[in-house]
């Protein structure tokens, strides 16, 4: 980034860099228990002095040990050029306080508790490292001053999934991450938190396994996923008391539950009012989770693989990267009601590349976009795909949809699998003729999705004019060892993902060009 940065011309240089966190990851391994993570060599950067141990990896409890990871993070010296080089914009995302945290709330080893003070100590921590111009209870950006709040046992939620104890509150509203950046006529960049005051997740609830199968590692039932999220509201507020999922009937456990948020109520009620009122060009949803559905078909497959226990779709998710269906419809709606145009979303989380369109649903429903999305690949932090590669059995029934082994490597077919289905998956495991496997598309599947990689690291570069929104893609190799090159390295690919501006009424459409490099698997 920085190389071509100094080399284009004052014009085309970067105006500041959107960092949507995850700009640390607050649960370490040290060496001696780990000392590789997926190809990478674990090193002796940060040890948490007052830190807590679950299964072979640590967690920080104070304010001094986020302060000591952000330490370790910054001690990278192509970090400290680029924060001395650019401007950043940044947000939190899950990491900056706990992986599967949300509001105050931790959970690990299948337990949730409330961590408020851990809550305060993250916040504090990032307001020490990110220079941010964000909103705290007290004036000024010198001194964080947070409140003295206790670990107390959150009993009551409100209507939206909203812990109401006191001290959870306090520390939700210790920090405001929540903001607006206009930049110039044609760019209003809303920035959410997605963490802070999210409903729990209800694919994260043991009963949600009922609508897995071990035969279908990643697969979610996409039918009971969308009864499971719209809570009380499913079914227009009849919910059914029981979810068919192959020969079981599972009782619908959130049935009495609020619809999934991961707004929150009043963030949710300034988001739409901020993008009515936005006289921007392009109103950009910065965004730290992705908003493009990932499923399958498995419901496809052929006679003689594994039966889909599922009446259709799969979906993936649950935990961390769950979709809150039934929020995203009330947004899209809001978007197509008010005719706002020029709505695109960037966001980050799931460590790899993707292009799309945002539509409140997808087929056989009304497939109907409102906006453009994108998602970036994460800068060094492994994906699904280096995962994959680890442990994915090689004798698994399913291999095909997740690896193709072709001359000795283990190439992305999952990209497939969310782009073309399961035909396209098998063909290509087959054959190795990429443009046979495509023909067996299902078009059906994934409207929505121009372009994915899920094993893609880099960065992605947008550009905003009167007309036009382009999303550059900057894909590096897999970055085992820093680079020793001033420019960086190489690349394995640089896409170009555009659209222009379209009137109310109109459909956003997508086109896309290679720069460089071969993307075959992912368009």
Known sequence: ?????????????????????DFIYELVWYPEERPDYYDRKVRELVRYASGEKHENFHIPTTVDDYRAVYRAYLHDPDLQ??????????????????????????????KTSPQQRRKVAANQAWFEYQPARIRKPNAGLEHFDGPKVEDVAIEKFDEHGLGIERNNLAALNSLT???????????????????????????????????????????????????????RSANDGKPPATIRFGDADVPNFAKDSPAQTILGAQQKAWFLERLKASRATWKIWGNTTGTLDMRADPQNLPADAPRWPGSGYAGFGGGDHGSAYVERGEIYDFVARHDITGFATIAGDRHSFWAGL???????????????????????????????????????????????????KQEPAINLLLHHGVRTCFEYAKSGDI??????????????????????????????SADRFDVEFVCIPRPIERSTTDDGGPLRYRVVHSTTLWKPGELPKLESKVIEGNVDLMT
């Open 1 to 21: 980034m920085i190389f071509e940065d100094m080399k284009a011309a004052p014009e085309d240089r970067l105006g500041f860099v959107l960092h949507l966190g």
């Open 177 to 231: 991450g929540y903001r607006a950046l206009r930049w110039g006529r044609h760019v209003e960049l809303i920035i959410t938190d997605q963490r802070s005051y999210r409903s729990e997740d209800p694919l994260g609830h043991d009963e949600a396994d009922a609508f897995t199968s071990k035969d279908f590692p990643q697969f979610v039932d996409e039918p009971a996923q969308r009864i499971v999220d719209a809570g």
């Open 358 to 408: 945002s539509a409140k649903d997808l087929p056989p429903r009304q497939f109907t976009p409102v906006g453009v999305a994108f998602i970036t690949g994460s800068l060094s932090a492994p994906g699904i795909v280096e995962s994959l590669e680890h442990k994915f059995p090689k004798q698994h029934p399913l291999r095909a949809l997740f690896l193709a082994d072709h001359g000795g």
């Open 81 to 110: 050029d680029a924060r001395a080089h650019f401007p950043f914009v940044a947000i939190w995302d899950n990491h900056e306080f706990s992986w599967l945290g949300w509001q105050s709330l931790q959970v690990f080893d299948g």
């Open 435 to 464: 443009a046979k496997a495509k023909a067996l598309s299902n078009r059906q599947l994934s409207p929505h999705v121009d372009f994915v990689d899920m094993g893609g690291h880099g960065y992605s570069v947008v550009r905003a």
